[in-house]
Nanobody
Framework: QVQLVESGGGLVQAGGSLRLSCAASGHTFSRSTMGWFRRALGNEREFVAAINLSGARSYYADSVKGRFTISRDNAKNMVYLQMNSLKPEDTAVYYC????????????????????WGQGTQVTVSS
């Protein structure tokens, strides 16, 4: 069993930055691809970013590429999402997710592949 707890959300003006954190419990973190997804009001949940087991490879949605950075610290069981140059369209609930026992090289963008989810943290970007 893996428990994921997100933090770091809040209200920020357009152009500002936020750093989301996700704390993972359990012994499977280092064997898990970690991802961030988001769901805006009235929309489907969408992929934002993901990082492989070692942290050497990452993948981003086109809408956040160049503005967001995902990273992980396997010693601390933590994954982060640094969000810069935020836009009002980034407003959403952001979820951390874990895909356990995955390939070390393949990064999955489909939410159906992820086994565990956090409760989400709200990010609101005002114009």
């Amino acid at each position: 069993q893996v428990q994921l707890v997100e933090s770091g959300g809040g209200l920020v003006q357009a152009g500002g930055s936020l750093r989301l954190s996700c704390a993972a419990s359990g012994h499977t973190f280092s064997r898990s691809t970690m991802g961030w997804f988001r769901r805006a009001l009235g929309n489907e949940r969408e992929f934002v970013a993901a990082i492989n087991l070692s942290g050497a490879r990452s993948y981003y949605a086109d809408s956040v590429k160049g503005r967001f950075t995902i990273s992980r610290d396997n010693a601390k069981n933590m994954v982060y999402l640094q969000m810069n140059s935020l836009k009002p369209e980034d407003t959403a609930v952001y979820y951390c997710a874990a895909e356990v026992d995955t390939s070390s090289t393949i990064i999955t963008t489909s939410d159906a592949a992820y086994d565990y989810w956090g409760q989400g943290t709200q990010v609101t970007v005002s114009s």
